[in-house]
């Protein structure tokens, strides 16, 4: 059970435990990728569907990393595969757990806005929040988790850099592939249960009577309710933008 639930690993070379920089640094990189195209979609469509789907993933990747074990959390499994025929760059595992903590708490924020279907500018902030922080990690290597940790603890251990030229053992790659399949089956489930429950049925629960109403006219007599629906042909301005007036217009049956 230890093996399963713990943070960080024990190196011989160092006396507290350590967490690989390079692991954690190509997980940030991933959810940051995510998060910036989950933002884009919502700020294109403003609807809310995949952002709300990264957002869930992002709170179950933290609550498994401090609670569980980093090496389980699904962003990490994916970011030490694609990173592990690299040297570790190994760091103290105390500021990683601080810092992961930080995220677990903005996480929470995000449920809370989620559950309750809240959208405000403080929402936006959160989200954006995240993202900076992943972005300086992954690009930079800034933990600002860490800094912060550093400020409030004077007995932090520092891991001088160039310390972490230990060969590594060499291990199977299998039982990682098994943990990116287990994990992309239950983000389906997640993407499957969200469409269902909160937008499907969501919205359709929300309808009014005169929207219900109007829906099954529209099933029973289609053909005729059909010639009254205006099509709107004015193309979108970024169409004009980049010269592809008359392909919006051909490509939406208005020529």
């Known amino acids: 059970m230890s093996k399963i639930f713990g943070f960080g690993e024990k190196i011989d070379k160092y006396d507290f435990k350590v967490i690989n920089e390079r692991d954690a640094r190509a997980s940030a990189g991933i959810m940051f990728l995510l998060g910036i195209v989950t933002l884009g979609h919502f700020l294109l469509t403003r609807n809310l569907f995949w952002a709300n789907l990264f957002t869930i993933t992002f709170i179950l990747e933290f609550i498994i990393r401090v609670f569980i074990n980093p090496k389980y959390a699904p962003y990490m499994v994916l970011g030490s595969l694609i990173v592990s ?80 030229e230990m060969p590594q053992e060499k291990k199977s790659l299998m039982p990682k592939f098994v943990a990116i399949l287990l994990y992309a089956g239950i983000f389906y489930g997640i993407f499957w249960g969200l469409k269902t429950y909160k937008y499907d049925g969501y919205t359709t629960s929300k309808l009014t009577q005169e929207q219900k109403d109007a829906m099954e006219f529209a099933d029973d007599d289609e053909s005729d309710n059909s010639t009254n629906i205006k099509k709107d042909c004015t193309p979108p301005q970024w169409a004009v933008w980049i010269g592809r007036k008359d392909m919006w217009l051909e490509h939406h049956g208005c020529k």
């Not at 996480?107 to 922080?133: D, E, S």
């Not at 290597?141 to 409030?152: D, E, F």
């Open 85 to 164: 025929n690299q040297e570790p760059d190994w760091v103290e595992a105390r500021p990683k757990k601080f810092a992961w903590g930080l995220g677990v708490i903005l996480g929470a924020i995000m449920t809370y806005f989620i559950v309750f279907n809240i959208m405000t500018p403080a929402r936006l902030l959160t989200c954006l929040l995240c993202l900076l922080l992943l972005y300086l990690e992954s690009v930079f290597g800034i933990c600002l988790g860490c800094i912060l940790y550093k400020k409030l603890n004077v007995k932090l251990y520092k891991c001088p850099g160039g310390v972490c």
